[in-house]
């Protein structure tokens, strides 16, 4: 990733079921989609466990 934001999504009922990622240029905007992503595929209670930006995000 190059100046964007990456956030990683999983369901807490079952951490090794479904579970979404994004990239985007803005915090905010990789945070909805991983969680958009996660719940798209089946997740129940999604949750963000992970995100990182590089440079502004």
């Known amino acids: ?3 964007a ?3 990683l999504s999983v369901d807490m ?3 090794c079921g479904p ?3 994004a990239v985007a240029p803005k915090i905010s905007s990789s945070l909805n989609a ?3 992503k996660c719940y798209e595929f089946g997740g129940k209670d999604c949750v963000i466990r992970a995100w990182a930006c590089d ?3």
């Open 13 to 15: 009922k079952n951490p």
């Open 55 to 57: 440079a502004k995000g």
């Open 19 to 21: 579970h979404g990622y």
């Open 5 to 7: 934001c990456a956030a």
């Open 1 to 3: 990733m190059k100046r």
């Open 34 to 36: 991983a969680l958009k």
